[in-house]
C-alpha cells in the first residue's frame, strides 16, 4: 500500500549546489541552490529566481560556478542558502568561503568546496526561473581523489537536501538542519 502525498517537490536525492559569481567591482556572491542537476551532456539545469544576487551577477558575466556542497562545510552552505546577498553584501567571507578565480570561467571557485564545475550561462527562462549552464570544466582538490586521480565520492563526502524533513544527508546520514544551522553565523 502506497501514501499518496500530492504534488510537492520531493525527490531523492537533491543535490546540495552552491552557486557563485562575480558581481561589481569582482565581489564574489553565493547561494544554494537545491533544484537542479545535469540535464544533458555537458549541461547543468538549475531553477533559480531573478532576484538573487547570484543570479543577476552570473547573467551579468555568463558565468558561474557550481560547488558540490560537503559534510565539512554543510553550516556554510546552509548559511549561504538562508541569507540574501542583497542584505548581506558580504555574505562569501561571512559564510567562511575564499574566492579563487576559475581558470575557465569568468566567477569564482570555492577554495573550502572540494568539487566544482566550470559554466558558461547557456539560457536563463523569465517565465520558469529555469537557468542552463554550459559545463565547461569540472574540477576536484587532489584531496578528494583515489589512488587512480579520479574523483571518489567518499572523500568529496557530498551532501543531499531531504525536501519532506528538511535535513541535509551525507552517505544516509542526517548531517545537519536545513534552513536552521547556518543561523550559528552571526
Known sequence: MRKNFGSDSYLYPMPVLIIAAYGENDVPSVMNAAWGGICGNGKIMM????????????????AFTVSVGDVKNEVACDYVG????????????KAGFTPVKSEFVDAP???????????KVESYDEDSHILIGEI???NADESVLNEEGAIDPAKVQPITYDPVGHTYI?????????????????
Open 47 to 62: 531553477c533559480v529566481s531573478p532576484g538573487h544576487r547570484t543570479v543577476l551577477d552570473l547573467r551579468a558575466r555568463r
Open 82 to 93: 538562508i541569507v540574501s546577498g542583497n542584505d548581506v553584501p558580504d555574505k562569501f567571507a
Open 109 to 119: 571557485l570555492i577554495a573550502e568546496l572540494p568539487m566544482a564545475l566550470d559554466c
Open 136 to 138: 565547461v570544466n569540472v
Open 170 to 186: 551525507a552517505l544516509g546520514e542526517v548531517v545537519g538542519q536545513a534552513f536552521a544551522d547556518g543561523t550559528k553565523i552571526g
